[in-house]
DNA sequence: GATGAATGAGAGTTCATTCAT
DNA sequence: AATGAATGAACTCTCATTCAT
C-alpha cells in the first residue's frame, strides 16, 4: 500500500538505475518497503512515537536489519522526505513546463490542471500532505530547515511561470514575480490545508477556482 | 524576555481575572514565567528535545515544582500555544473590526495596517511564527489538530472582512467568501514563512505588496 | 563488605570532607555503596560483563539511579579504581615514612612491615589485587595508562627509600636509583600474583624472605 | 606486519606438521592470517572493541569465513595467546639451556643475552608485551588463569637456572628456588613494563643492569 | 568453501513522573 | 508549597552468530 495512488505519476523510484543481482535488486527490494512501511509508521503516530522496532515489527523483519539498510533513525526520516518530495515535484513537472504556454487562457488550461494534479496526490493520500506540511518541520531544526528549502523551492518552481507570462505580456509587466509566486504558492499551501480538513471533491474544487479568481483578476470590483 | 514585543498588543494575560490575595499573585506569576520558560526552551531546542528539567532549571525552581503548576509535559505545550495564538489573534483584532471599513479605499488601508501588525508580531520575535507554523503540528495528532482550527479560525475571521466587503458592495458579489478568505490567508502563511528566511524589512515589504496586488487586482492583465 | 579488612586502613574515604545535611549524607552514603558494589560485581564477573542493571539491582536501586550518581559505566569504574589505589597507598605510606629510618638494620625491619601490610591489604581480600593488577589494565586505553601511571607512582615510592639509605650510607653509592625502585617494585608485584593463585600464608612469607634476600644480598655467593 | 621481528626467533608457526595439498596449505596459511589480523586489531583497539567484522574487513574476506576457521570469538584470542606465548617462549629458550653453564660469570653472560633476546623481542614489537601483560587478563576469568599460569611457567623455567646454579655451587645453597625464581621474573616484568612507558634502549639498559645489579650482589652495602 | 543478509538478545542511557521530606 | 531523589519504561543501537545462497 503506502502513497500508491501517487505511483502513477511515475515517482523517482521507477527511474532509479536498475541493478542487476538478483541479490541486489532483493536488497533494493527491502529497502523501499522500509521506507514505505516509515511512513506509514511515522504518518499513523507521528516520527517520534514511532520506534525503529515498530517499523521492523510491521515489516516482519527483525529490527537489527534496520540498521543494515539506515544509519539511524533520523537517516530513514530523511529518507522518506526525500522520497515524498521527489515524488510530489516529479508529479508537478511532468508535462508542465512554463514554456509549453503562450497565452493567458492557456495559462489557465495549465494551471487548472496543475491543480488537478496536486488535487490527485494530495487528495489520494492525504497523508503526504500532512506529513510534508504539519509533521516534518516539528522533527527537529535540521528537518524544519529542509521543509523551508523545500518552499523555496517551490517558489522558484511558480516563479518560472510567472516570469514567462511576464515576458510574453500576458501577465503585469511590473509584477513582483518572485513575491508573488511565494504569494501564489501560499494560496496553494493553503489550499492543501483546507483538503485534510475537508477532504471531499467540492471543497477542493472550490478553492481551486477561488484561488484561481484570485490569481487572475482580484477580489476587488473594477473601478 | 520571551516575546516581549507582542506584549505591548495587550496580549491575554493581563486581561486574566486578577486574583486576590498576595500569595496567588505569586503563583500566577511563576505560573506564567513558567510559560513564557517554556516557550522559550521549546523555541530554542524543540519541544521533543526540551526536558521538564531543562525549563526549571533555567528558571531556578525544582523540576518538582513544574508539576505544581501544570499536569505534565503535554499540558505546558498546551498552554504555551493557547498563549501565543491569544496573543496573536488578539493583537489583529485590536482596532480591525470589519465594521470600521465602509469602501474599497478604507479596506486597503486597513489590510495595509493588519500587515503591518503582523510584521511586528512575527518580524518581532520569529520564535512565536515558527513555533506556531513549523513546529507545532508537528507534537502530535491532538496538537495537529489545534494548529488546523487555528487556521479555520483566522479563515473565519477573514471571511469577515470579505463578508463585510460583498454587503458593501466593493467586493466581488459572487465571490466565494470561505474559500477565498482561506486563499488570503494562505498569502499571509507565506509571507510569515519567508519572513523566516529573510527576516529583513524590505522583503517584508514586498511580500506584504505583492499579495495585495494580488488580493485586489489579480495577476492578469485586462483585456 | 566489600574489601572492609582493608578498611582499617584509614582508607581515602573516611577522610574525605563531611558533609552537612541528613540529606547529603544519605546521599554521600549510596554513592559509596554505589562504588563498593560495583567493585564487587566488577571482581566477580569483569568489567564487560557487568551491567550497570547488575550493580543496580544487586544493591536494591532502580538503574535510572545510578545515573543520578555517576555519569556512565566508564565513570563508575574510574571512581572503583581510583578508591581502590587510594585505600593501597594510604595504607602504604601510613608510619611508613623513608626518613623514619636510619640504619640496613632499622631499612630491613620497615620493609618487612611494608611487606606484612602489604599481605594484610593483598591477603585480605585477593579481589583487589586481581582486578588492579589483572583486569583494569585490560577494560580499555585510558584505563590502560592509569595502570601504568601507577607503575610509575610507586617506583618514585619506592625509589624514595631507596635515595634515603644511599644518603645514609647503607645502600650501595653508585645504586641506579630509578630502574632499582622499578626492579624491587617488581618483586613485590611478583609476590602479589603469586599470592594470587597460592593464597596460604606460607607462601607469602617465603616471598617476602626471598625478596628481602635477593634485595639486600643477591643470589651469588660471595668471592 | 603483525610482531613480525619475532618471528625471526623461530616461532612455533614455522614448526608446525607441514600440511600436504595445496588446498590444505593455503587454508593453514588463511588460517595463520587471520591470527595475525586478529593480534593487529586486538592491540590496537582492545578485545572488546574489536568485532569479528573489523578483523574479516582488515583481512578482506567475509565475516562469515571467519567462523569456518575458528569457532567464535573467544576462540581466536585463546589462538592469539597461545601463539604469542609460545613465540616468546622459544625466543628464550633458544640457546639458553640452563646446562649450557658453568660458573657464575658464564650464569652472568647468559642472563645478560636472555635480556637482551627479551629486549629485542618485546622491544621490538611492544604491543606484544602490552597484549600479554596489560590485557588479555582482562578479557575474562579463564583468560586471567591462562595468564597467571604463563607466570607460572615462567617461575618454573627461571627455577631451573637457579637449581643449576645451586648444585653448580656458584648461588646460594640455602636459597628459596622457586620463590626467588618468581621474584626475579618479577624483576624482568618491571623491565617490560618500564619499556612500555620509555621505549628507548636507554632506559631498558639500564634497567638490565640494575636488576643483574640486585640480583647477583643485592643492594645493600656489604659489613 | 566463501559469503554477507538476517537476526535478536542485550547493552547503555534518558527522562517524565511520583512522592517522601 | 517546594524540592529533588528515586524510578523503570522505553528508547536507540551494536554485534556475535547462523545459514541460505
Same mark, same amino acid.
Given at each position: 500500500?503506502?502513497?500508491?495512488?501517487?505511483?502513477?505519476?511515475?515517482?523517482?523510484?521507477?527511474?532509479?538505475?536498475?541493478?542487476?543481482?538478483?541479490?541486489?535488486?532483493?536488497?533494493?527490494?527491502?529497502?523501499?518497503?522500509?521506507?514505505?512501511?516509515?511512513?506509514?509508521?511515522?504518518?499513523?503516530?507521528?516520527?517520534?512515537?514511532?520506534?525503529?522496532?515498530?517499523?521492523?515489527?510491521?515489516?516482519?523483519?527483525?529490527?537489527?536489519?534496520?540498521?543494515?539498510?539506515?544509519?539511524?533513525?533520523?537517516?530513514?526520516?530523511?529518507?522518506?522526505?526525500?522520497?515524498?518530495?521527489?515524488?510530489?515535484?516529479?508529479?508537478?513537472?511532468?508535462?508542465?513546463?512554463? %514554456?509549453? /504556454?503562450?497565452?493567458?487562457? $492557456?495559462?489557465?488550461? =495549465?494551471?487548472?490542471?496543475?491543480?488537478?494534479?496536486? &488535487? *490527485?496526490? !494530495?487528495?489520494?493520500?492525504?497523508?503526504?500532505?500532512?506529513?510534508?506540511?504539519?509533521?516534518?518541520?516539528?522533527?527537529?531544526?535540521?528537518?524544519? %530547515?529542509? /521543509?523551508?528549502?523545500?518552499? $523555496?523551492?517551490?517558489? =522558484?518552481?511558480?516563479?518560472?511561470?510567472?516570469?514567462? &507570462? *511576464?515576458? !510574453?505580456?500576458?501577465?503585469?509587466?511590473?509584477?513582483?514575480?518572485?513575491?508573488?509566486?511565494?504569494?501564489?504558492?501560499?494560496?496553494?499551501?493553503?489550499?492543501?490545508?483546507?483538503?485534510?480538513?475537508?477532504?471531499?471533491?467540492?471543497?477542493?474544487?472550490?478553492?481551486?477556482?477561488?484561488?484561481?479568481?484570485?490569481?487572475?483578476?482580484?477580489?476587488?470590483?473594477?473601478?
Amino acid at each position: 500500500m503506502s502513497f500508491s495512488s501517487v505511483r502513477q505519476y511515475a515517482g523517482p523510484m521507477t527511474t532509479e538505475t536498475t541493478p542487476v543481482s538478483r541479490a541486489e535488486r532483493k536488497k533494493q527490494e527491502l529497502r523501499r518497503e522500509i521506507i514505505e512501511t516509515a511512513f506509514d509508521c511515522f504518518a499513523e503516530r507521528g516520527y517520534h512515537a514511532t520506534g525503529i522496532a515498530d517499523i521492523a515489527t510491521r515489516l516482519g523483519i527483525g529490527h537489527g536489519t534496520f540498521y543494515r539498510y539506515f544509519q539511524n533513525k533520523r537517516d530513514i526520516v530523511d529518507h522518506v522526505i526525500t522520497d515524498l518530495v521527489e515524488t510530489v515535484v516529479a508529479a508537478l513537472a511532468a508535462e508542465n513546463a512554463p %514554456e509549453a /504556454v503562450s497565452s493567458l487562457a $492557456e495559462y489557465r488550461v =495549465q494551471s487548472a490542471r496543475i491543480g488537478d494534479v496536486l &488535487g *490527485v496526490i !494530495l487528495g489520494g493520500d492525504p497523508r503526504v500532505a500532512r506529513f510534508l506540511l504539519l509533521e516534518a518541520a516539528g522533527i527537529d531544526a535540521e528537518m524544519r %530547515e529542509r /521543509v523551508l528549502d523545500f518552499y $523555496e523551492t517551490a517558489a =522558484q518552481l511558480t516563479a518560472g511561470y510567472l516570469h514567462h &507570462g *511576464v515576458n !510574453l505580456g500576458y501577465l503585469h509587466a511590473d509584477l513582483d514575480v518572485d513575491s508573488t509566486a511565494r504569494a501564489i504558492n501560499g494560496m496553494i499551501i493553503a489550499a492543501v490545508l483546507t483538503s485534510l480538513r475537508d477532504p471531499g471533491p467540492d471543497a477542493q474544487a472550490r478553492m481551486s477556482s477561488a484561488i484561481r479568481r484570485v490569481m487572475y483578476d482580484g477580489i476587488a470590483v473594477r473601478a
